[in-house]
């Protein structure tokens, strides 16, 4: 039973109600509220099912395979008491752009305490939590998603053409995965998440994006199994872009970097920069063999005029070998 300490408090008296007096029942997002109203003065709103979602931050956004990853849960009562649930977003592909949730292992019965440590994720995951305190437990809704991202590849991996982070407004881009069931979902800087249907349209196995009007977007592959694939960044830049790979480069591979131009063509002279340190490569599109930790870093590239956006050139262990 729903007690007293989930009720927000009301302290003001109630009029006897007359033809004055209007009163609304709304339900609104899964709450339900009596608003009693003289006029247009708003005498107390009076929750009768006080519910609001609890929020889920992570301490990263971005991973390397294997790295641990916070999660921390809050809710606005700061009463003691809570219990704290913990779940995975499991992709729904029967629903537009939706999940199911399912606890992680072993925490069925919550967690007293508000943190919780993932460890070794090896693939983009989602999470999310809630929180309850009774008996019968009464529950809080869902936090909204969280999701994690790893751009290694991990068994299953997204595919983009052309094969680079940065792109101009008006090239056709497309994004495919593996397998027969899947969809593509791409995540917007200010945390708008949607499915390919949304953005894109269909050409075989691959979705044609319609027009790039994000600066910044996340894309990854969603399966009927439920799992995730990789992530890749794409970036939208209209004058000049940096050509370099979107997926994480192996230790000991080479890669290559070039600068390109949307119109015209470049000046004479042309600088690469890693972390804003200019390198000093040797031809106008460098080839960097047998890359390095070292190596990874922010990458950009101007001439005269222009200069590209930054994008993160990941560099991953390693190859492996096999002994008889």
């Not at 009768?48 to 991973?63: G, Q």
């Not at 008006?170 to 791409?186: A, F, T, Y």
Request: net charge positive; glycine share 6%.
């Amino acid at each position: 039973m729903l007690t007293s300490d989930f009720l927000p408090q009301c302290s003001v008296s109630l009029p006897q109600f007359s033809s004055s007096v209007k009163v609304d029942v709304c339900v609104r997002d899964r709450e339900s509220v009596l608003d009693v109203k003289m006029g247009h003065t708003l005498l107390c709103t009076l929750g009768l099912f006080y519910n609001p979602k609890p929020a889920l931050n992570v301490s990263r956004s971005w991973l390397s395979q294997g790295a641990s990853v916070t999660l921390n849960c809050s809710v606005t009562d700061s009463a003691a008491g809570w219990r704290f649930y913990w779940y995975k977003a499991v992709a729904n592909l029967s629903i537009n752009s939706n999940y199911s949730y399912e606890l992680l292992p072993g925490k069925s019965n919550g967690t007293e305490n508000n943190t919780y440590v993932v460890n070794g994720q090896t693939h983009t995951a989602g999470y999310v939590c809630r929180a309850g305190r009774g008996n019968p437990v009464h529950y809080y809704w869902y936090s909204k998603p969280k999701f994690v991202l790893t751009g290694d590849s991990h068994g299953t991996s997204v595919k983009v053409s052309p094969d680079r982070v940065q792109h101009f407004p008006s090239e056709p881009v497309s994004r495919s995965c593996e397998g027969n069931q899947w969809r593509v979902v791409r995540l917007t800087e200010a945390g708008h998440l949607s499915n390919c249907s949304d953005w894109g349209r269909k050409n075989g196995s691959t979705w044609i994006i319609k027009h790039l009007t994000n600066k910044t977007a996340v894309y990854w592959c969603e399966f009927a199994s439920g799992e995730f694939s990789n992530a890749v960044n794409i970036t939208l830049q209209s004058d000049i872009i940096l050509v370099s790979p979107v997926h994480p480069v192996t230790e000991g591979d080479s890669v290559h970097l070039s600068c390109k131009v949307k119109s015209g063509s470049l000046s004479s002279n042309v600088y690469f920069y890693r972390n804003n340190t200019l390198q000093r490569y040797t031809r106008a599109e460098p080839r960097i063999s047998a890359m390095s930790k070292s190596d990874e870093g922010f990458y950009m590239c101007r001439d005269a005029e222009k200069k590209s956006a930054q994008s993160w050139l990941s560099v991953k262990c390693c190859h492996l070998s096999i002994q008889s």
